[in-house]
């Protein structure tokens, strides 16, 4: 009886899971080798969707230019989220004022995603805020156009979304670093930069490894920040399925979510190869 | 955001459905029309886009009719979307026709009997002959008329000619075109080709919505000579690819500011600036205006693109409910929703109800394009248009008997919409 025990407590969550992911998940491999017409899903074995996937060079660009967006956002990310974290633990040393700081972090996440994102228009725009303030103090003579509606809002408004999910497990690690690593480190001849990078960097890496891993898999799987923030010009991987989605191409969608789905657990596992996240939990 | 109820529960609305489906098979006789009391406890849950789901429709009808009519508004591809996969959900779509084309034959509506509509005579000829009059053009495209009819319940094609079963009864429909910012264009715009104009580089837009956009890029081409169709509506293969190279080519070059998908998206890129000439609807153009920033609907010499749409009636619908739905569909035509409609700048499905519910000076701006002799005031009371403006392209006739197409799904489906997908991914 003992001996079944652990299975019996592991068993409500397995079930869930089961459920509510593995049998959705099933679904959308085998409806990913369906036929349609535009009528209606046609249950077959045919690997087209998977041909147009593949044979198509517009979906190779796109999912360049989805990498290519998750590539960009998480290097910066990953520069603001360090230094924020490096901040908030080592250099506030009050811990109200570090509660408070924390909190204004998450300012971002106090309004709706759609809100956040339409209210970059009026500051972005042609004739938005900003334009109007640099046209104003002379720095340009036009307005700046790619500003809005390109690949640069389509990063910022990223960055803006997800930097919080690199600091929050950032500053969980780099708290639980010892501080008389610090002091020894000093005391031993190291200057700042050799602390940063010989202590406190390996320390942080469960972290590091966290964050990225929200980052790349949130940015890899958008489609409205892409849609509004470049004004519809760019293209993502969850962009085209929504779109195929919205003209009732599940099959052509089902065969790009499975791509998508095998392309980010493959980055996925290879983080974790370099990142032993156990550490942290 | 779904509204859906517990599948598990007996609902009220649930255990009324059961009784009207008793009632509505005769099961039941003897008190004929008992239910004429319950048919406040009904709740009509109908699925549109921003265009006509409209919360004093729904007001009205609970004042007028009784019973609740519930909206949800969403996109144009998201209701064909939801009414072909979760047909349930809701009892009524209230949904363009071209879209209907896709939905129809996968059985989610059940057509309308005309026998139980008393104005469908009345109803403008555009959706039961084809023709606005007995001698003006049918339009290519996927016209209303080719979609509206069928010959019996389970017929899944469409009869091509006036049955007595509709798929949709028509709501309201328009002729679009572009719209400009008089102030900012700089110079007069006549044809639709200008949409391409060099002087607008970054400061044009057209929507994204494939069946509708690429057929205002068809218009645009055609304008431009970059090459002449057979048919807008159905276009072969090599013309999607020409088409698409086109579109592709001005994107490259930087002619697109961006696309927009909703209406309130359109708004904001012309009410803010960024676009000065784009694929617009008339309500839009309105709106933009209220604000007080001009804007034109500009008719052009090659004439309009149109649309229409209708209500739906889902196919699970029955009993009580389906008496109640069918009370719905004959109160949008008997004058109130017409004139609101009309007010709007769209047009309604039966003219003459709707001319009763208006003032002369009303039906004279909306209708037949006559100079406003007070001033046109908005839905909500707002002065929308002083004395003496114009109604842009004219009188209803000026308007929809210039249609040259209509949106369109068409043979090639599938594969223009990869092609459209690759424009926008390019």
Not at chain 2, 10 to 38: C, D, E, H, K, V
Not at chain 2, 195 to 213: E, M, Q, T, V, Y
């Amino acid at each position: 009886m003992s001996r079944w025990f652990p299975w019996l407590q592991a068993a409500p969550l397995a079930l869930v899971l089961a459920c509510f992911l593995l049998v959705p998940i099933g679904l959308i491999v085998v409806v990913s080798f369906y036929d349609y017409d535009s009528f209606s899903l046609i249950p077959d074995f045919v690997l087209t969707n998977y041909r147009e996937v593949f044979a198509s060079p517009v979906t190779w660009q796109t999912y360049l230019k989805t990498v290519w967006f998750a590539g960009l956002t998480w290097l910066v990310t990953l520069a603001l989220g360090f230094w924020l974290a490096y901040y908030l633990a080592f250099v506030v040393q009050d811990a109200t004022w570090r509660m408070v700081l924390f909190v204004l972090c998450t300012v971002p996440f106090w309004t709706s995603n759609l809100i956040r994102m339409i209210a970059w228009v009026p500051f972005l725009g042609r004739n938005g805020i900003l334009n109007n303030a640099l046209v104003g103090a002379g720095v340009i003579e036009q307005p700046l156009e790619f500003l809005l509606f390109s690949d640069f809002a389509v990063i910022l408004a990223f960055v803006h979304l997800y930097t919080l999910f690199m600091v929050v497990p950032i500053f969980n690690t780099m708290m639980r670093i010892d501080r008389r690593l610090l002091e020894a480190a000093r005391d031993a001849g190291a200057g700042f930069w050799q602390t940063l990078w010989c202590v406190i960097l390996p320390l942080c890496k469960p972290g590091i490894g966290i964050g990225s891993i929200f980052v790349v898999v949130l940015v890899m799987g958008d489609f409205a920040t892409v849609r509004l923030m470049s004004g519809g010009q760019s293209a993502s991987v969850g962009l085209m399925i929504s779109n195929q989605i919205g003209l009732m191409q599940y099959p052509a969608a089902a065969a790009n979510a499975v791509v998508l789905l095998a392309m980010v657990l493959l980055l996925v596992a290879a983080m974790l190869r370099v990142i032993d996240i156990r550490k942290e939990l | 955001m779904t509204e859906q109820t517990k599948p598990a529960a007996l609902t009220r609305r649930g255990a009324l459905a059961l009784a009207g489906a008793t009632m509505g098979s005769g099961a039941i006789t003897g008190f004929p029309t008992l239910w004429a009391q319950n048919i406040r406890n009904v709740t009509l849950r109908q699925i549109g886009t921003g265009v006509s789901g409209l919360n004093p429709i729904a007001e009205q009808v609970k004042k007028d009719l009784g019973f609740t009519l519930q909206l949800t508004v969403t996109d144009t591809d998201a209701v064909a979307q939801r009414a072909a996969t979760q047909a349930r959900s809701f009892d009524i779509a209230d949904i363009e026709y071209f879209s209907i084309k896709k939905v129809y034959p996968t059985g989610a509506l059940q057509p309308i009997d005309t026998s139980r509509i008393k104005l469908a005579d009345k109803i403008v000829p555009i959706f039961t002959t084809g023709r606005l009059t007995p001698d003006s053009a049918a339009g290519q495209g996927t016209s209303p008329f080719s979609v509206g009819f069928v010959e019996s319940r389970d017929a899944k094609a469409f009869a091509g000619k006036r049955t007595e079963l509709m798929t949709l009864m028509p709501t309201v429909y328009n002729a679009d075109t572009l719209g400009i910012r008089p102030d900012l264009v700089g110079r007069p715009i006549t044809h639709w080709k200008d949409l391409l104009d060099p002087a607008f580089k970054g400061r044009a837009s057209i929507l994204n919505i494939p069946g509708i956009g690429i057929m205002d890029a068809a218009m645009v081409a055609e304008s431009a000579g970059i090459l002449k169709y057979g048919d807008k509506g159905n276009m072969t293969r090599a013309e999607i690819d020409k088409t698409i190279a086109f579109l592709i080519e001005a994107k490259r070059a930087g002619q697109f500011r961006a696309f927009w998908k909703t209406f309130d998206e359109s708004v904001n890129l012309m009410a803010s600036g960024e676009v000065v000439i784009q694929s617009m609807w008339s309500p839009a153009v309105t709106a933009v205006r209220s604000r007080g920033i001009p804007c034109v609907y500009q008719p052009l010499a090659e004439g309009y693109r149109a649309w229409g749409s209708g209500l739906g009636l889902m196919r699970h619908l029955s009993g009580l409910e389906l008496d109640a739905a069918y009370e719905y569909m004959n109160w949008y035509l008997s004058g109130w929703c017409g004139a609101f409609l009309n007010r709007q700048g769209y047009y309604s499905a039966v003219l003459e109800t709707a001319k009763a519910n208006m003032s002369e000076n009303e039906w004279g701006y909306w209708m037949e394009g006559k100079p406003a002799t007070a001033d046109i005031l908005a839905p909500d009371g707002k002065v929308m248009e002083k004395a003496g403006a114009v109604r842009d392209g004219g009188s209803f006739q000026e308007r929809m008997g210039k249609v040259v197409c209509w949106n369109s799904v068409m043979n090639e489906d599938r594969y223009m919409i990869q092609k459209w997908n690759e424009f926008i991914a390019a």
